[in-house]
């Protein structure tokens, strides 16, 4: 990606919000103050602090996260659509769940680890 965020400052792209329906008739959302979601593109490493130091920033690349409405800068580049803001503007981070069954189970096991496990 060609943006760099400075400082403690973060990238995000907007994610695209479904419109709502009823029955065949589209709702736009027009009017309506709502928060933005998005996922983190890219982050500043942090801060310097007045008697703390060194601050490094909490939101990784790969977040998805939900960004107030007012506060953060729209910015286009090359034609796509961006908001740059500072961390500690960020509502909140969406937790990712984990389903580990599934991940186990969609996993090979290597001819190596199958040996072991069938030595144990």
Excluded: C, W
């Excluded at 103050?33 to 601050?55: L, S």
């Excluded at 908001?83 to 500690?88: A, F, L, M, R």
């Excluded at 990712?96 to 144990?120: G, M, P, R, Y």
């Amino acid at each position: 990606m060609e943006l760099e965020a400075l400082f403690d400052a973060v990238i995000v792209k907007p994610q695209e919000e479904e419109e709502s329906t009823y029955g065949s008739i589209v709702v736009p959302d027009l009017g309506k103050d709502r928060n933005e979601h998005g996922a983190v593109v890219a982050v500043g490493p942090g801060r310097h602090v007045a008697g703390v130091g060194f601050i490094e920033t909490e939101i990784k690349v790969g977040d998805t996260v939900i960004l107030p409405t007012m506060g953060f800068t729209k910015l286009e580049h090359k034609g796509e659509e961006y908001y740059i803001g500072q961390e500690n503007q960020i509502l909140a981070r969406i937790k990712k769940q984990v389903d580990v069954e599934n991940i186990l189970a969609e996993t090979e096991v290597s001819e190596f680890e199958q040996k072991i496990l069938e030595n144990e």
